[in-house]
Each structure stands twice: as structure tokens, then as C-alpha cells.
């Protein structure tokens, strides 16, 4: 099984995916930050790094998707192939970080992947406002997120929107301002009483 764990920088889908993989005993697979090469050159130059950036994205979480595809085991992935593709390559584009050339490139190498791949069996969204990405952000210090603009941020939120509205597949949306799942138990539990009912038919 597949579970995929979808939210804006900021909204604690790195942190979820490893409380949900803990509490359930799934296997987690965490997006390529830490290790990333290209992650602060792009902060730093966007339009510069984003056909890099994003192309390496891609190709790690194609191959995660084809790891997940082949394992037995329930898998939590944080970021989905889609999602990196439908909110962050789009808002790169229509901010003029990508050249259409590089754009249609990089699309007709993602549409190639989709043939060969199916969508999470539960996609689990972290929707959050910009006042709490924007705290979230700040709170944990990373200095090369700190020159992400509220325009850019908000550009990215307005594609989670549209993206969101559009899907097809097995959706949770969580309205994730008001909780704190990392320190309050309560909170976590909320969301895994709608994960239970979700997948399990409970409560």
C-alpha cells in the first residue's frame, strides 16, 4: 500500500510522515532535502536552478515510486511524484523560473513516468494558511528558506488549491493551522482516527 503525504513548505508533512510511519509501523520515504545539491543554489538563483532542481526531484521520486511499486510493505511518502510536478514545476513556469523549452521538456519526461506508475492508495493533504507556513518556516530555522518570499509561498498555496479540488483519487484533507500533532498526542490522534476510518472502515 501506498500512502502519499502532500502539504507546502512548512506545513509539518515531513514531521507527520515519520510520526504516521512510527505509530503504524509503516515504511517511511522522506523527500531528498538534506542530501539535495542543488536545494540552496535555488534559493538562492531560482530561475537559475529550477530546471535542476526539479528534474533531481523527479528522478528521486520516480524511483521511489517504482521501490514502492515492488514492495509488500505499506509505504509513507512524503511528496508525491505528482504533487512535485502539479504545484512546484507549475508555479516555477508561471513565474518565468522555467523557459518554456525546459518546461515541455521536463513535462514530457514526467507524462512518461505517469504511464508507468499508479497514484497513492490515500493521499493525506496538510492544508495550511500562509501565516502559518510563513511561522512554521521560521520556527525551524533553515537559513536558505528564509528568503522564500509570501508571493512565492502563496503562488504554491493557490496550486495546492486547484490541484486539491481536481483529484481523483482516495483523499484526507487535513485543516492543519489550529493543530499542533507534534506536540499535543490529542492532535495526532484526530488525525489518525480519520486515517483509521479512512482505510480501515473504524469509528
Known sequence: MHIGVAGNIGSGKTTLT???SNHYGWTPKFESVTFNPYLEDYYKDIPRWSFALETYFLTQRFRDVLEIASSDKVIIQDRTLAEGVEIFVANNYAL???TRRDYDTFMDLFHLM????RPPDLLIYLKCSIPHLV????KRGR????SISIEYLKGLNDRY???ISRYKGPLLTIEADELDFKA???DFQKITDRIDAQLYGLF
Open 114 to 117: 505517469m504511464e508507468m506508475v
Open 96 to 98: 518565468g523560473n522555467l
Open 184 to 186: 499535543r498526542p490529542e
Open 135 to 138: 511561522g512554521q518556516i521560521q
Open 18 to 20: 515519520g510520526m504516521l
Open 143 to 146: 537559513e536558505y528558506e528564509q
Open 161 to 163: 488549491d486547484d490541484w
